[in-house]
């Protein structure tokens, strides 16, 4: 493989941080000198950084101010639509991205391409990929409808929104992994969730420490099932080959490994447990649910009390 030129990584560094949102429209980028001095090439490089990024109407000069990244007139999305109709199609375009290929496809480049806008023109409606995740985690959330009128008893209403977040994972295979517990998305329609758990809760002798863990253990256990969704997604449209049909590829390396008898109770089970996503979903709510239960029964309830963090 051919090295990429100097001056052609540099200005890929460029044009990652202007459609990461990190340099923004009249932000300056640097110099010929400051290129020269960060990156150790001669000054005609430097020069052919910014003249390749000028070229792609990602920057422009300013006199007296020096080089800046454009702000380029709005294209179809941004100039035909409202700010919100130009933001719901952005956003909804990007789930299809997303849902077709995979979170890493979606870039800020290839949305402007199938919008037909550049990609420059995204930010005057998301600030950078970053906000543009949340608005489509929200905006899939917002599929996952919660009734007016909740079901009878508190297991049925958890029940019922872990069954609408296990499909709405499935329908969207990258959004279990955008929904990181250690910095979860403030979200409107993912908070909800949270809100609906939390009020079926209520009046069951729990306190609000107990009501929060169990809420929030819910919402990351059905995450946690979903998270190989997008992987499985992606594996299935490269190879041509589902689960199911690579499991069964293989039974003959399943066979020798138990062969020798070193694993009886797993040779003893293995062909008679369904062990499809679906079912191992199923199994690990209706036990956690039997958990719940039992602690809510026992009228004692303790949960965890761990520190907060500073």
């Known amino acids: 493989m051919t090295p990429q030129a100097p001056y052609a990584r540099i200005a890929a560094e460029l044009r990652r941080r202007i459609e990461a949102g990190e340099l923004r429209p009249g932000d300056r980028v640097p110099s010929t000198r400051a290129i020269t001095q960060r990156w150790g090439v001669a000054m005609a490089t430097a020069s052919k950084v910014l003249a390749l990024l000028a070229q792609e109407g990602l920057v422009r000069a300013v006199p007296g101010v020096g080089t800046v990244v454009a702000a380029e007139p709005p294209g179809p999305a941004a100039g035909r639509d409202d700010p919100g109709a130009a933001r719901t199609r952005i956003v909804r375009t990007a789930m299809e991205i997303a849902d077709a290929e995979g979170l890493a496809a979606l870039t800020m480049r290839r949305l402007g391409a199938e919008l037909g806008v550049s990609a420059m023109s995204l930010y005057r409606h998301v600030r950078n990929r ?175 009390r761990h520190r907060r963090r500073p």
């Open 130 to 304: 970053e906000q543009l995740v949340a608005l489509m985690a929200d905006a899939a959330f917002g599929e996952a409808s919660l009734p007016e009128r909740p079901p009878t008893g508190w297991r049925a209403r958890l029940e019922l929104s872990a069954a609408a977040q296990w499909r709405l994972y499935g329908a969207h295979p990258w959004l279990a992994a955008a929904m990181n517990l250690n910095r979860p998305l403030l979200i409107p329609n993912g908070v909800r969730h949270i809100e609906w758990a939390l009020a079926a809760l209520e009046g069951l002798g729990l306190d609000a420490d107990a009501r929060m863990h169990a809420a929030v253990s819910l919402f990351g256990y059905v995450r946690g099932q979903a998270v190989d969704l997008e992987s499985e997604s992606a594996a299935t449209a490269s190879s041509g080959v589902t689960g199911d049909q690579w499991m069964q590829a293989q039974e003959t390396r399943l066979a020798a490994l138990l062969q020798d008898g070193t694993f009886p109770a797993f040779a003893a089970t293995r062909t008679s447990a369904d062990l499809s996503p679906e079912s191992l979903f199923a199994f690990g709510l209706t036990t956690l649910l039997n958990g719940l239960s039992a602690e809510i029964g026992s009228g004692t309830a303790p949960a965890p």
